[in-house]
């Protein structure tokens, strides 16, 4: 079993910033990956950022050059910095581990909305 829980959502106008956290149950080492999925009104959940325990990390093409995700793993914490956020990227964000025997779990998201 993992638990995660997000934080650092909101309001925010197009063109500014916010940092997603995510704080797990485990350790990031002992998962195979974490990452962030996003679910906007009346859209698909869709892959945003990944990031695997060995480093590499993988984005959607719509958030390249925009997000970043890291991690710190004194803190078990995933970390999402969206930068020049549009209102496209408004949605419920949700963060994702996955273990090395392959169960994912999810949390209970944390919702984001650009707008003026």
């Known amino acids: 079993q993992v638990q995660l829980v997000e934080s650092g959502g909101g309001l925010v106008q197009p063109g500014g910033s916010l940092r997603l956290s995510c704080v797990g149950s485990r350790s990031i080492s002992s998962l195979r990956g974490m990452g962030w999925y996003r679910q906007g009104p009346a859209k698909q959940r869709e892959m945003v950022a990944l990031?695997?325990?060995?480093?590499?990390?993988y984005y959607a093409d719509s958030v390249k050059g925009r997000f970043a995700i890291s991690t710190d793993n004194a803190k078990n914490t995933v970390y999402l910095e969206m930068n020049s956020l549009k209102p496209n990227d408004t949605a419920v964000y949700l963060c994702y581990a996955v273990t090395t025997s392959g169960n994912a779990y999810w949390g209970q998201g944390t919702q984001v909305t650009v707008s003026l």
């Open positions: 990031i695997s325990r060995v480093g590499p990390t």
